[in-house]
């Protein structure tokens, strides 16, 4: 049973650092891993979609990263703003025929302090 | 328009009664998701449907079923509510024949009381 995780849940960190953010799963046989964003009491948001046969995709001030063979992805962004504050989740769908469905992250809190 | 549209956006209801949470999208597609989301549990699968014939169980369906309308529309039922169904609950959709990402709507709060 693929299992995804996200470590830490929550992060601080001042107004104008990069980051990155962790995504670990346990299978590799994907099909391709998504990042959302998620506000608090909203719905999700995505941010970025990387096919299996892809290692990055980029939007704007956000990149994302996969390493399928060690099973893990990152979510990098630059100069973070307050604005960027809310919860990133990610979500593998796995290799397993036509019919496979996501595996969700529980997400990680990030706060940026002005 | 919202391409996935949830229908309440919050709503309370009473243990016992039967409520329906719908879904509406714009986008096409044949895949059609419900998933809720609870602190420290995160998301997970309620019901899901690959098109207006194909009705599949996820994780939790107990004290749920659904129902695809049209390939556009997919509602949840809670046959009788119970406090431990006060959640986030969202809708899903997605296109297997483009890159396969899903598009979530903007979720319904549901409180049990």
């Known amino acids: 049973k693929q299992e995804v995780t996200q470590i830490p849940a929550a992060l601080s960190v001042p107004e104008g650092e990069n980051l990155v953010l962790n995504c670990s799963f346990t299978d590799s046989a994907i099909y391709n891993l998504q990042w959302f964003r998620q506000d608090p009491g909203k719905g999700l948001t995505s941010l970025l979609l990387?096919?299996?046969?892809?290692r990055e995709q980029t939007s704007g001030r956000l990149n994302a990263s996969l390493d399928k063979s060690s099973g893990r992805s990152t979510l990098y962004i630059a100069a973070s703003q307050p604005g960027d504050s809310a919860t990133y989740l990610c979500?593998?769908?796995?290799?397993?025929?036509?019919?496979?469905?996501?595996?969700f992250g529980k997400g990680i809190t990030l706060s940026v302090r002005p | 328009d919202a391409d996935v549209t949830q229908t309440p956006r919050n709503r309370i209801t009473k243990t016992g009664k039967r409520i329906m949470l719908e879904c509406s999208q714009t986008k096409g597609h044949d895949r059609m998701y419900w998933y809720r989301q609870d602190p420290g549990l995160g998301l997970r699968l309620i019901y899901y449907?690959?098109?207006?014939?194909?009705?599949n169980k996820g994780e939790i369906s107990d004290g749920y079923s659904v129902s695809r309308q049209a390939q556009a529309k997919f509602s949840l039922s809670l046959e009788s509510a119970i406090p431990n169904q006060t959640a986030l609950y969202f809708c899903a959709t997605s296109d297997p024949r483009t890159y396969g990402g899903y598009t979530f709507g903007s979720g319904t709060r549901l409180t049990v009381v």
């Open positions: 979500a593998v769908r796995p290799m397993t025929g036509a019919n496979s469905k996501l595996t």
């Open positions: 990387i096919q299996s046969s892809q």
């Open positions: 449907s690959f098109d207006v014939k194909d009705i």
